[in-house]
């Protein structure tokens, strides 16, 4: 089943121009654009089915993840083999990589990220502040921090998901998003990024929102 107006949801993502230093790699005047927005439409009908009630929301994609993706903390390697131990991005699904995939190295966070989600068996829904891919100017395969601006052009798309998929609870992931949430009006939780050898304190965190039943894991199916 299809999320409620995932389909739109989709298209006024798209619709957001690239500017300098800000791709956005959903633009349909991009033609290869369109792989990533199927994908999109199949993590969110993929993660309609398992109903998660928590929303952890990171930065920004990075250019060897969502970038080439086009979903949320992964990367090509996660299309290429089988399922995860939630029966996501399996073969037969309909995922594709488009052709600017090929020589991309894989994104290590959305490794990181997915192995602590397995261990906690805790799935929840994954977006982030800003949905586009923020990078230096003149210099698309880098990553940067998006501004405060760029978080809050952001700010519709992760409220709106919160309603699509009735999120209780919505997690930050690093200061971006917390900051990104806390400009929102909501005193959010926050977790540390996994990058840059934030794994540790990334499972950590979410542990103890577990332990404290902040949050709780849902069923993977």
Known sequence: MKAPSADGFVERLAAVPTVP???????RSVPENAVRRRNLELYLEEMRDRSPK?????????????????????????????????????????YSLPPD??????????????????????????????????????KPQSNRTP????????????????????????????????RSLLASGMDAPKVRHPAHGGRSGFKRGLEELLL???ITTQPST
């Open 21 to 27: 230093g800000l791709n956005n790699f959903f633009d």
């Open 54 to 94: 928590v929303l952890l929301l990171g930065e920004a994609p990075g250019f060897r993840g969502m970038r080439i993706t086009g979903v949320p903390f992964t990367n090509r390697t996660m299309f290429q083999g089988p399922a995860n131990s939630f029966g996501l991005f399996g073969p037969g699904k309909g």
């Open 101 to 138: 995939a090929a020589d991309v190295a894989a994104e290590p966070t959305a490794t990181v990220m997915w192995g602590v989600l397995a261990e906690l068996q805790f799935l929840p829904l994954l977006w982030s502040a800003c949905p586009w891919h923020t990078h230096v100017p003149g």
């Open 147 to 178: 501004t405060a601006a760029e978080a809050r052009l952001g700010t519709l798309f992760w409220q709106e998901l919160a309603e699509l998929f009735a999120i209780q609870t919505v997690v930050a992931v690093g200061n971006v998003a917390h």
């Open 212 to 214: 404290a039943g902040s």
